[in-house]
């Protein structure tokens, strides 16, 4: 399995540290954001990893290199302007073989393992088309996003059968989701999922375990700050 870390994004909301560093790279627990993430998929095994970028992408790349250093494969999609994620993903198409893929947003940290996918997508219904790791509400988005249901069937909220979950940024996909979309005009994903959804072709699962948006600067420093704690906690 091959995948995606999206590392695109201007990070307005956590400016003025974005203004010079591009997000993903913002140091929690003494690495960038995104070294989490290689670490993660290397010891599941996924080592071919693609990483799009456009504010300060050249930062990304000489920070990141080839990923030797994390034990990885790191390919680079250049955009100019940002497609978004449906448009940056269809521009990286050809990169996945014509095979799932795993899909992670670069300004999330969260402690599911990514070798589920691997395990998930030997035995995945061929009439799927994504599979969303869903987690628990947060505060600061106490809505949700999407209802997951006992069949493992994912559709928008509100569903009176089940409370809405929040999309953890983390997705199993098949190419076909993505066949319509052109790989050079900025295109979001929450439509493509919709409609695949009113197909009853979305699939989840809940991750009960730890996830952050880093969305703002107190929830960076909340988080940095946690980790540390722990590397203490291991080095007494």
Not at 172 to 197: E, G, H, I, K
Not at 217 to 230: G, I, K
Request: hydrophobic share 45%; aromatic share 6%.
């Amino acid at each position: 399995m091959r995948a995606m870390i999206l590392a695109a994004g201007r990070g307005e909301r956590m400016r003025p540290l974005t203004d010079t560093c591009p997000k993903p790279l913002l140091p929690a627990g003494g690495r960038p954001l995104i070294a989490w993430h290689l670490e993660r998929l290397a010891r599941a095994g996924i080592t071919d990893i693609m990483v799009n970028h456009a504010w300060l992408g050249g930062r990304i790349e000489a920070a990141l290199g080839d990923g030797r250093a994390y034990g990885v494969r790191l390919r680079y999609s250049a955009e100019s302007p940002a497609l978004e994620t449906a448009g940056g993903i269809a521009r990286a198409l050809p990169f996945f073989q014509d095979r799932p893929f795993l899909v992670m947003n670069g300004d999330i940290w969260c402690d599911w393992n990514p070798a589920r996918a691997v395990r998930f997508a030997a035995a995945w219904p061929v009439d799927r088309l994504a599979h969303l790791v869903l987690v628990d509400n947060p505060d600061h988005h106490p809505e949700g996003d999407f209802t997951l249901h006992a069949d493992g069937l994912v559709t928008p909220r509100p569903h009176a059968a089940a409370p809405a979950l929040t999309f953890a940024g983390i997705g199993l996909y098949r190419p076909a989701l993505f066949a319509a979309t052109d790989p050079d005009q900025p295109s979001p994903l929450a439509p493509l999922l919709r409609q695949a959804m009113t197909d009853r072709a979305v699939d989840g699962e809940r991750h009960g375990g730890e996830w952050v948006d880093v969305g703002t600067p107190a929830r960076l420093a909340a988080l940095d700050a946690r980790l540390a704690d722990r590397t203490a906690d291991r080095d007494v």
